[in-house]
Nanobody, 124 residues
Framework: QAHFVESGGGRVQPGGSLRLSCVAS????????IGWFRQDPGKMADGVAC????????YHANNVAGRSTISRDNAKNTVYLQMDDLRPDNTAIYYC?????????????????WGQGTQVIVYS
C-alpha cells in the first residue's frame, strides 16, 4: 500500500522560507513522478511543483516560479519542496502526490496517491 508522510509545514511571516518533506513508503519512489499540490478549503487542488523520475523535468506553477525548488532523494524515498519569499497567498494545505507530467514539465496532473498534507500559514 503506497503511503506518503509530509512534514515541514508551519507558520511563517511574509518573506520567510519553509522546506517541506515527503517520505514515501510501500513503493519505490523512483518508479513515479511526484508533485506537491496545494488546496484551500472548498477549492480544487492546484499543482505547485512537480519532478519527474527520469530526464530531470520539473514543473513550477507561475505563482511560485523562481521561489520554489523541488528535489528528490530516491535513496531516501523522499521528495522536498523548498519555498522562499513566502506570501500570505501561499497559505494552504500542501500535499505530496503521484503525478503525470508533460514532456519538459509543460503540465503536471495529480494521479492516484496522496498524502495527508501539511499546513502552511503565512501571516503578517
Amino acid at each position: 500500500q503506497a503511503h506518503f508522510v509530509e512534514s515541514g509545514g508551519g507558520r511563517v511571516q511574509p518573506g520567510g522560507s519553509l522546506r517541506l518533506s515527503c517520505v514515501a513508503s510501500g513503493f519505490a519512489l523512483d518508479d513515479y513522478q511526484i508533485g506537491w499540490f496545494r488546496q484551500d478549503p472548498g477549492k480544487m487542488a492546484d499543482g505547485v511543483a512537480c519532478i519527474s523520475n527520469r530526464f530531470g523535468s520539473e514543473y513550477h506553477a507561475n505563482n511560485v516560479a523562481g521561489r520554489s525548488t523541488i528535489s528528490r532523494d530516491n535513496a531516501k524515498n523522499t521528495v522536498y519542496l523548498q519555498m522562499d519569499d513566502l506570501r500570505p497567498d501561499n497559505t494552504a494545505i500542501y500535499y505530496c502526490v503521484t503525478v503525470g507530467m508533460g514532456l519538459s514539465g509543460t503540465y503536471c496532473d495529480a494521479e492516484k496517491y496522496w498524502g495527508q498534507g501539511t499546513q502552511v500559514i503565512v501571516y503578517s
